[in-house]
């Protein structure tokens, strides 16, 4: 795009028009993208892509526009604060990642053989955790049922609200009533 092109955009994306603050990302997300992945080093590049750097510096940019009041004078003037938004967005997650990175060693398939095998539950688990599935499903009224079924297979409260259409907040809710409840209900004897 044309410097003048460039610039018409800039004054849209000053105004707030929201398709001009797409058609701005589409024209600079590219050349941004190779500033993030000429700094991004080798081990490093397993951990996070440079189109998250970007889109993250993006939205600090939008974020601007519509709280800070920003303004931009050229075109110019937006891609070399973009370029310094995203050098600075690469570096904030570059020290969150590097120490790690270091510290990781890679995993030398000759030893597998001496890894010991998981632990598997034994009968006497299998069955108390049984026991328990039974009286967390007799004290779960039966509208909060699919909240239980969506836990036991392993989600997270905002991945249950999202299945279910309730808030996360009433996920949490209805799970701590129910172990809440568990904990107040007299155990159950095993019949002999």
């Not at 795009?1 to 955009?9: I, Q």
């Not at 993030?36 to 590049?45: F, G, K, M």
């Not at 597998?112 to 039974?134: F, I, K, M, N, Y």
């Not at 009286?135 to 909060?144: G, H, M, N």
């Amino acid at each position: 795009m044309s410097t003048p092109a460039l610039d018409r955009l800039l004054e849209r994306l000053c105004s707030g028009d929201a398709a001009a603050a797409e058609q701005a990302f589409l024209e600079y997300e590219p050349y941004l993208r190779q500033v993030v992945r000429r700094l991004l080093p080798q081990r490093l590049r397993a951990k996070f892509d440079s189109a998250d750097i970007v889109q993250s510096a993006w939205g600090d940019l939008l974020r601007g526009f519509r709280t800070g009041g920003w303004r931009f004078e050229s075109a110019n003037q937006l891609r070399a604060f973009l370029v310094r938004a995203a050098r600075n967005r690469f570096i904030d997650r570059y020290r969150q990642q590097d120490l790690a990175a270091r510290r990781e060693e890679a995993l030398d398939v000759r030893h597998l053989g001496q890894v010991p095998a998981a632990r598997q539950a034994t009968p006497s688990a299998e069955a108390q955790a049984d026991d328990l599935w039974r009286r967390l499903l007799a004290l779960c009224p039966p509208e909060y049922r699919p909240v239980l079924l969506l836990k036991q297979e392993g989600l997270a409260a905002d991945e249950i609200a999202a299945r279910t259409g309730l808030h996360p907040g009433s996920v949490r809710r209805i799970l701590r009533q129910l172990a809440c409840q568990l904990a107040e209900a007299p155990p159950t004897v095993p019949e002999p």
